[in-house]
């Protein structure tokens, strides 16, 4: 096997394995559960979350200014709306959307906001570089949420 084909095995195994994890199966039945069209219905799970891939390359490509795309505001939605799920299959209480990401409108033609959309420009870029850093971040967050309401389950309760 040449070095250039066990790069290539190694980063499907990477994908692979970052794929089954519980952060990323949660975010597929999210994406899958919110589509009504059965559009994505023979789609694989690596097609689904296709979009939260943003390499180096494609985020210089995305421009920074203006109102964010409402394709990258869904990413973001559907990632925290995930980690609340993900958390709450862990922990058991009723949770809700820690962040809902809505495209903001112009008020009208010509007339503009200074500052507005600055406020995050990143917000424009928001994926990651591959699956499995996809998978860290969520896994992340949901471990991060539920170690603090071990220490004090009574107070999470609340």
Not at 95 to 120: N, Y
Not at 124 to 150: C, M, W, Y
């Amino acid at each position: 096997m040449k070095l250039a084909e066990a790069a290539i095995c190694a980063a499907i195994n990477e994908d692979e394995a970052a794929l089954a994890t519980p952060f990323v199966n949660c975010l597929v039945r999210l994406i899958r559960a919110e589509e009504s069209y059965c559009l994505w219905e023979g789609k694989s799970d690596a097609a689904l979350l296709a979009g939260f891939i943003v390499t180096r390359k494609k985020g210089r490509a995305i421009p920074g200014m203006g109102y964010p795309d409402p394709h990258a505001l869904w990413r973001l939605d559907m990632f925290y709306s995930a980690v609340g799920l993900a958390i709450a299959e862990r922990f058991h209480p009723a949770t809700s959307p820690i962040v809902e990401a809505k495209p903001v409108r112009p008020l009208g033609a010509g007339f503009s906001v200074p500052g507005v959309g600055s406020f995050c420009p990143d917000i424009h870029r928001f994926g990651f570089e591959t699956f499995r850093q996809l998978a860290e971040a969520g896994t992340k967050l949901v471990d991060d949420a539920t170690a603090d309401t071990k220490v004090s389950p009574d107070v999470a309760l609340a």
